[in-house]
């Protein structure tokens, strides 16, 4: 699998928050817009979440516009701006699932959709053609109409009661029934690909999170993030900015036990969700934010959690 081709560079700091698209030096080197659609295209339920040109680009420093992790699954790998200041990283995920007639092209799925400019289309044309668009879970719905205005034959599902909640969102349906166990057909049509698992007990995200199944991939939203530590070794003039260091401390340390004892409301129920997951025995992990994983994964979830959410 060979790397996509690098299509920008990280551009010079930016003052106000407005789209814009320049051309720096060739052609060949494109920056994503500044903020992906105006707020007549994605009314953005919270405007300190954007899009903006990192200084220092931590979360994609090759500059890629998609990222090869394994065989059938790209990434596209942005900077984020939360609360104005804060670079925390986002991450779409997508997914590949080859056709059965080769007359046909693949089908692709993109989890937790990121705004989509001409470079992020052009690199999505070449895989295949986008069928389904998750928005994961309450907190990642902010680029959802940018994905629908790209591609508008695709089903758009989100978490539990998204029409209702986001009325002017583009979404067709939930992900899951009201069971929790049955996924939408668009999504169920990747079945052969992936397994889709909703996370019970905890209403304030309503999560789906997906297992690749060819590459023993977890793909995560909020359940579990990976921001680098002080520790890990960043490439060669990528330095972890202050405030990302900052705000990985306070979600470690302060939001995380906040989570497990508060926002888990059903503690059983989590935890037969937690033994099936940790069952599959997933090698690699994708998450929404941080870095990645290539190795024991569900070792690095499963210490992730306390043991009173796992224990039945």
């Known amino acids: 699998m060979t790397s996509t081709a690098v299509l920008f560079h990280a551009p010079v700091h930016v003052k106000k928050v407005e789209r814009k698209q320049e051309i720096l030096g060739t052609s060949r080197c494109k920056l994503f817009p500044v903020r992906a659609c105006s707020e007549k295209v994605d009314p953005s339920p919270r405007a300190s979440r954007v899009l903006l040109p990192p200084r220092n680009y ?8 998609l990222t090869p992790r394994h065989e059938g699954i790209y990434t596209i ?6 609360l104005s200041f804060c670079d925390v990283g986002a991450r779409c995920t997508v997914i590949v699932k080859p056709p059965l007639d080769a007359s046909k092209r693949p089908e692709l799925l993109l989890y937790s959709p990121l705004p989509i400019d001409n470079a992020i289309r052009k690199e999505l044309d070449k895989l295949g053609d986008v069928s389904v668009v998750i928005a994961p879970n309450n907190e990642h719905v902010d680029f959802v109409a940018s994905a629908a ?3 508008p034959n695709a089903t758009i599902l989100g978490p539990t009661g998204c029409k209702a909640r986001w009325p002017n969102l583009p979404f067709d349906s939930d992900t899951f029934a009201d069971d929790g166990k049955t996924p939408h ?15 019970p007990s905890a209403p304030f995200f309503n999560e789906t999170v997906l297992i690749h199944k060819v590459s023993r991939t977890f793909i995560v939203c909020d359940l579990w993030w990976n921001w680098p530590s002080l520790k890990d070794t960043q490439p060669k003039g990528v330095e972890l900015p202050y405030p990302t260091r900052a705000f990985a401390f306070a979600m470690n340390r302060i939001y995380l036990p906040f989570y497990n004892r508060i ?3 059903d503690r059983e129920a989590f935890a037969l969700f937690m033994r099936e997951l940790l069952d599959t025995k997933f090698k690699n992990i994708i998450p929404c934010h941080g870095n990645c994983v290539a190795e024991e994964g569900w070792r690095r979830v499963d210490r992730f959690f306390p043991s009173f959410l796992k224990a039945l």
């Open 263 to 265: 926002l888990v409301q």
């Open 185 to 199: 057909p668009a999504l169920a049509s990747f079945s052969e690909v992936v397994t889709a698992m909703f996370v």
């Open 58 to 65: 931590w979360a994609n420093p090759e500059r890629l516009v």
């Open 77 to 82: 790998d942005r900077s984020y701006i939360f």
């Open 149 to 151: 205005a790209a591609y």
